[in-house]
T-cell receptor
Framework: GAVVSQHPSWVICKSGTSVKIECRSLDFQATTMFWYRQFPKQSLMLMATSNEGSKATYEQGVEKDKFLINHASLTLSTLTVTSAHPEDSSFYIC??????????????FGPGTRLTVL | AQSVTQLGSHVSVSEGALVLLRCNYSSSVPPYLFWYVQYPNQGLQLLLKYTTGATLVKGINGFEAEFKKSETSFHLTKPSAHMSDAAEYFCAVSPPQAGTALIFGKGTTLSVSS
């Protein structure tokens, strides 16, 4: 099956620093990747849709200057949390989508990245 | 617009008991439906999916779900719960447009006691 990796799996940083999270589709090409944020005991909140070679589309309320997304190739998307603050601490999950011959989206999820900002 | 409602944010069962997690959807077009499981500090793992064909879908770990169009439901069941089934479960529906994100329900936490 399709595999999506994320790196790092966890990161601790100081307030004010920037953190980059990588999302890779290992055995398929994904024209579209998604970034989600998940708070404890809650569902996934879609942050942005990332398409290869174009600017990301952010959901309402997500600061695009704070959460920089780059989708440089068909297998790699990165999320950079700039000037991180404690309220940015969360679990970030990426997914990559395949449009199947059955005319539906199938999403494959990465293992997530736990960000803690001190 | 499509939406998913998961009834019951928390379900508790005893080991060996039937597991029933409820999911209702709203969709103006034929839906494609998914159940995912999430263990602590991990990503989402696909349990099963309904696209077309047989309405009773079997997935991994002994789970199955039945698509009932008349009830707009896609409930997840397992005949006999195991301690390892304790996790968060998410129901999701796929929009018909290519490259759009799945729409998730709020999730149901399954607890299994011995």
């Amino acid at each position: 099956g399709a595999v999506v990796s994320q790196h790092p799996s966890w990161v601790i940083c100081k307030s004010g620093t920037s953190v980059k999270i990588e999302c890779r589709s290992l055995d398929f090409q994904a024209t579209t990747m998604f970034w989600y944020r998940q708070f404890p005991k809650q569902s996934l909140m879609l942050m942005a849709t990332s398409n290869e070679g174009s600017k990301a589309t952010y959901e309402q309320g997500v600061e695009k200057d704070k959460f920089l997304i780059n989708h440089a190739s068909l297998t790699l998307s990165t999320l950079t949390v700039t000037s991180a603050h404690p309220e940015d601490s969360s679990f970030y999950i990426c997914s990559a989508t395949l449009w199947t011959s059955g005319d539906y989206n199938e999403q494959f999820f990465g293992p997530g990245t736990r960000l803690t900002v001190l | 617009a499509q939406s998913v409602t998961q009834l019951g944010s928390h379900v508790s069962v005893s080991e060996g008991a039937l597991v029933l997690l409820r999911c209702n959807y709203s969709s103006s077009v034929p839906p494609y439906l998914f159940w995912y499981v999430q263990y602590p500090n991990q990503g989402l793992q696909l349990l099963l999916k309904y696209t077309t064909g047989a309405t009773l879908v079997k997935g991994i770990n002994g789970f199955e779900a039945e698509f009932k169009k008349s009830e707009t439901s896609f409930h997840l069941t397992k005949p006999s719960a195991h301690m390892s089934d304790a996790a968060e479960y998410f129901c999701a529906v796929s929009p018909p447009q290519a490259g759009t994100a799945l729409i998730f329900g709020k999730g149901t936490t399954l607890s299994v006691s011995s």
